[in-house]
């Protein structure tokens, strides 16, 4: 009967665990479900992986914790599901260049420097779109931008920047309608299943520099 319990044991902290980052992935997309069999499968490899590498290692802590400690402790591991969808892609971010206040002042008037911050992670949505990060690097350095490059750049700025606000929204209702929106504005330009994962990879990206920066 011990081994049985202890079984049992094992298999609810294991349920637990998915459930959780399950939870959290289906959030992060901003979907109820997976879409596909093969979604499924990366995502579950993915916590598999995570779940061996960092808590079935830890035997102790998983038999003196009580199932609410347990349920805190698996919400704050943190899984990178964002590169599970977003392989074809680079992870180039010309973010440590710092934007020219006379050209982007051209490109998207009335922004203080905090919001031409956010400048840089417009390429994340113009990557997709087939535009050359070379030429995002000049003209955020400077270089004059064509009419159509403007358009472009104001399309993807107006996603990063409503990405920006869902993660710093403080309610949860009000971050979702924030990424919707930011979603639907991406789909303008880029096919669905490819404007869907831009907005994650941008939320990862954004993300990432807050914890950097503490800000």
Not at 108 to 123: A, H, K, Q, R
């Amino acid at each position: 009967m011990k081994k049985q319990k202890l079984i049992d044991e094992i298999r609810a902290d294991y349920h637990l665990f998915f459930d959780i980052q399950i939870g959290k992935y289906l959030k992060q997309v901003n979907k109820g479900e997976f879409d596909t069999q093969a979604e499924a499968k990366r995502i579950i490899n993915k916590i598999i992986n995570i779940w061996n590498e960092k808590i079935s290692v830890e035997k102790e802590k998983l038999d003196t914790l009580d199932k609410a400690a347990k349920a805190g402790w698996f919400n704050s591991i943190e899984i990178d599901f964002i590169n599970t969808n977003i392989d074809k892609y680079s992870r180039v971010i010309p973010a440590k260049i710092k934007p020219s206040n006379e050209i982007m002042g051209k490109v998207l008037p009335g922004l203080t420097d905090s919001e031409l911050n956010l400048v840089p992670f417009c390429w994340t949505l113009l990557e997709p779109h087939g535009y050359k990060y070379e030429r995002m690097r000049d003209i955020i350095a400077g270089s004059e931008p064509l009419e159509i490059e403007i358009e472009l750049i104001r399309w993807a700025y107006k996603i990063v920047n409503t990405i920006d606000k869902a993660l710093r929204a403080k309610s949860v209702y009000k971050a979702e309608e924030l990424i919707n929106a930011a979603y639907k504005m991406a789909c303008e330009k880029l096919k669905k299943e490819t404007a869907r994962i831009a907005v994650i990879k941008v939320q990862g990206d954004l993300t990432r520099e807050m914890k950097k920066t503490g800000k």
